[in-house]
């Protein structure tokens, strides 16, 4: 089932969302180029999806490669309170929206340089995760070990010996993609994103509050003081 959700999930982003985010881009025509063909956004999604699954591979190699004995994140009052166990249906639901959310970002694309810079971007957060991952491993502790779903299992490989969660890669490209996105489809509609996504690892059970409070901090650190200082004009705040 996982492998058939994927293949499904691969060809709406590769043939459907182009489509969908060309239609957009026309329809708002804000700080958009123009010249952007939809040919040249069915390329940059192209690029984008096969990116995306080339560096998501750091996170799944740092989940059994990693230096000294594994660090159990301790949870707090808020995650007791929290029930974990998303079934079967919501986490398949909530990783489709998640990337959905994340390539959103081509909606304001300038140009292919600009695609370029975003890629970097994204590909240098997950290099700063994978070097956390590998060198301070961190385990999914008992508390996570009632999450059920076929999709983590069979497409990401998560178990209940897989480690490495602390800090939150959700979290972490989910506030990224926030403030590359503000400016152009506005804060207060994208402010309640992160959020969701938060929420929905708590429920999973992939992720306790401090991963997702070290998630934070690092990708708006990673966002406004590198990527915004070296080039605000890609990347504003």
């Not at 994140?73 to 909530?94: A, E, Q």
């Not at 069979?154 to 490209?173: L, R």
């Not at 990673?222 to 890609?234: A, D, S, T, V």
């Amino acid at each position: 089932m996982g492998n058939t959700i994927l293949l499904i999930s691969l060809g709406f982003f590769v043939l459907i969302f182009p489509f969908i985010i060309y239609l957009l881009r026309k329809l708002l025509k804000k700080n958009t180029n123009e010249k952007l063909a939809l040919l040249d956004i069915y390329v940059m999604s192209f690029l984008a999806v096969i990116i995306i699954f080339g560096y998501f591979q750091i996170y799944i190699w740092t989940q059994h490669k990693y230096l000294g004995k594994p660090y159990i994140v301790p949870s707090t009052f808020i995650d007791k309170l929290i029930p974990r166990n998303g079934g079967i249906i919501w986490p398949y639901i909530y990783v489709i929206f998640y990337h959905i959310y994340l390539l959103s970002a081509l909606l304001c694309l300038k140009d292919y340089k600009h695609f370029c810079g975003l890629m970097f971007a994204s590909s240098g957060l997950m290099v700063i995760l994978g070097i956390i991952y590998y060198i301070f491993p961190t385990n999914i502790g008992l508390q996570r070990e009632e999450t059920s779903s076929l999709l983590l299992q069979s497409i990401f490989k998560f178990d209940k010996t897989s480690n490495n969660f602390f800090p939150s890669g959700h979290m972490a490209f989910s506030t990224f993609n926030y403030y590359f996105l503000r400016n152009f489809l506005g804060k207060r509609i994208l402010k309640a994103v992160p959020i969701l996504i938060g929420l929905s690892c708590l429920r999973t059970g992939q992720h306790v509050c401090l991963d997702l409070m070290a998630g934070w901090i690092i990708g708006f650190s990673w966002y406004r003081f590198f990527l915004n200082k070296i080039n605000p004009k890609y990347f504003p705040l």
